[in-house]
């Protein structure tokens, strides 16, 4: 093959953020209209182009070491010599949004050298190649994004397992950036700081994050965008009790159930980043959207969930 293309999409996380990482259960929603796409060349030298970093591979900077492991990882077990390729990374996830951008890039640069070298990678390859992406990115994490950013459907993910979620009608959720990152490792270190000072507070709230988790999965099975919205709003105070929101945070959750959404919630690891609202319809969106931008937000996206309860 002359050259290798991988492509992966961005996601967000419905619910389970921070109490995942202690054994509780989260749901991820696919954003299929946000995505990363890699194309990967052999050259003699080797470059790369991308919006974040342009040039040689062997003078990256810091911030490239994601990508860049990601290339050493699948090039070393696909025996491509990884100095020698000319990468193309294009992405249109908002990078350190809480929406899987890190994790979708990886996922593409793999992708992409696993076709570049003519071979299929098993989905535990590809998700082992991804996380070593994601450790250098963000430290320990519980390996939410690198299935996420591969599935077409929402998933229910619990210690390392990932369950696709059934979906029994037609969902509209509206995402709104509040135009600033929020590091991942700082807000699970910051939760994890508290839980050292008050375990059974901590532990506590983790365990009703993950009933409000598994109260949305039956939601979405039934098809109840109400429940679904409660259970964000109430996950919402939970996850500001831990202190991973924000003033901006809480000012897009406000205007946006102003606007007329059934619930919001911030999504991702917090402190900045996105929040997320359920809606009733596209009309709504529009004017949650609308609502959220009056008050800050620098970007949002509307997607929907399609049932996928239907028997094949
Ligand atoms: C970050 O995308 C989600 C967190 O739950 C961390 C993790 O799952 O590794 C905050």
Known sequence: VETGLGSAHGKAILLGEHSVVYGAPAIVLPLLDLQATASLRRTRRGYI???LYTGP???????MAPVLTALRVSAEQLDVRADRVDLILRSTIPFERGLGSSAATSAAVVRAMAN???????????????QEAEHVAHGTSSGLDAHAVQSMTPLRFQQGKPTTVKVADKFTFVIADTGTSGSTAAAVDGVKMLRDIQPRVVDRVVEDLANLTDDVVYALGIGDPIRVGQSMHEAHSLLAYLGVSSPALDALVAAALEAGA????????????CVLAVVPDQEQ???VAAAMTAVGATRTWTTSLIPNDFDL
Do not use: V
């Open 49 to 51: 182009t991308s919006d």
């Open 57 to 63: 591979l062997a003078t990256a900077p810091k911030h």
């Open 116 to 130: 570049l070298a003519g071979t299929r990678l098993s989905a535990a390859q590809l998700h082992g190649l991804i």
């Open 262 to 273: 059934y619930g919001a919630k911030l999504t991702g690891s917090g402190l900045g980043g």
């Open 285 to 287: 969106a529009g004017d």
